[in-house]
Structures are given as structure tokens and as C-alpha cells.
């Protein structure tokens, strides 16, 4: 549904494009021009503050929001609508949906970025969206009943993100700590906890089809972590959760779920292993 309603937005963006006149440009200025025109590149945060505006005014001052969906989401932690994109693969088309309970009826409301350049608004998919299909963007991984599960829990519960909007992480941070840090905190399919080498950097050093999906999503009393490791500490309220995807050398689909914290200075620790993280690996069986 989301494709259904994004293309023809795009078709109305390239009509508005097509008329532009490049008399007097250059081939490389009139590339330029198309390229800034038909790209719209945004982090979780540039959107946020207008998709909460919207929701309240829409749907009330009880309205919050439970989670953050960020779909192919680019190295620099930004998603990208490109009309050029769009009209050769959708399928590569970036997005974020922004995801709150109503306190009418409990029911979920979902925006996304307006995709058409110069906006700076969101534009509502809710009559689009069938919320079951939140689950369906969770893919094939050895976290997903983990992950699957919290995302029940939110759908059907009031549990909401606890983190304000302004002191919030955002996607490119986020991203960055998933790809970089080195310890992170593993653990195996029994909750042991040990120090791990292994990130998206790591990750994505070998591979091909290489994408990354991220959620923000209340993590305390859905995850439910502490429960199973008791050690742990600084476990935060919500948690961004990083997806790196990539095809091996035996063109198998191999998954890492990474969680980081969601403000500045958060660190999780396992005091008996002396071992602190701003990142927890979220994936079973990890050797490294």
C-alpha cells in the first residue's frame, strides 16, 4: 500500500520537474538541478517533529507515538525518495513511518515523509495500512521472535516511546554507533553475556545485497532483556534497533540485529564481565 500511494506522488513531482526551464545550463547543471529536485534525503528526526504535530492536532493531546519504522535506510542514517529510483526499482525506495496510538479508540496511526521535494510535512497512511503488516517488515532473522514479539506487545498494549522527541538519537547517530562500536554486548540462546567484535562494519565487510532497516521502539517490558540477563545494566526505556542484511558467498540471506541506546552518554554494562556498550547484539549464535 505504501508503494501504491508513494508513485503517484512521485508522478506528480516529475510532471512538476519536466516543466523546469534549463535554458542558458550546462548538461552538468541541468543534471544537478534534476538530481537536487528529485532527491529527498531525510533522518528519523527531520520528519518527527512535524508527523507529532499532525498526530496531535488530528487525533488529540492522548495521541503518542509507539514506533519508528525506517525502511532501506542509507549508511549516512537517512532514507531516500528519488523519482529517478522510483520509476527504474520501487522496491529500493526509502521510508520512515512514524506510528502512534490514538486515545479514541487505542488504534494505531501511521505517517511518513511527504516525499515530494521543497515539503517539509508528513502525509498520513493510516487508511492505507493494514498494522499487521508491521510485523511482515520484520524479516526472516535468528532475533525475530524477540523483536516480532515486542512489536505484539505494542500493538496490542498502551506502551508508548518514553524518550523526548528533542533528546532523542537520531537515525544517523544510531546507525553510526551500530556500525562502528567495538565491544559490543552478545549474548547466546541461553542469556550468557560476553563481549563481542562483531558490527555493522564487520558485518558488511564481505557480502552483496546490502541493506539496513532500523525501528525505534519502547524496549522496556517488551524486549524484556533484563529478565534474562540479570547482570545487565542501563538497559534504556526505548531502544533503536539496527537490521543489516546482506547476501553471503553462498547466496544465502544472512541478518544482524544490533540495539543502541537512544540518548547521548547511555551506556549498557555487564558489571561481572566488566564489559560496557552502548550497543547490544540482539542476534542468537554469534561466534564472534
Known sequence: MLKRLILPLFLIAAIMVSSFQFSGCSTDDITNIINTATTTEVTAKDRLDSANAQALRTYGAGTKLVLIMGRNVKANGKTELSLLTAATNPDSIGAWLYI?????DTSLKIYTPNPIPTTSDCIELTALFNTNQLLGLIQDTSAKNIISGALNFIISTNVSIATSSSSLLNSDASLNLSYSTNPVIKFNDNFVPSSSTLNGSVFFSSGTNQKRNMILMPAAGTLNLP???TNLTGFPADLWVVQYTKTNASLQTENLILGTVVQSGQMM?????????PVINLSKYVTQ
Open 227 to 229: 529478565s534474562y540477563i
Open 269 to 277: 554494562g555487564v558489571p561481572n564481565i566488566s564489559i560496557q556498550s
Open 100 to 104: 502512534y496510538r490514538a486515545p479514541s
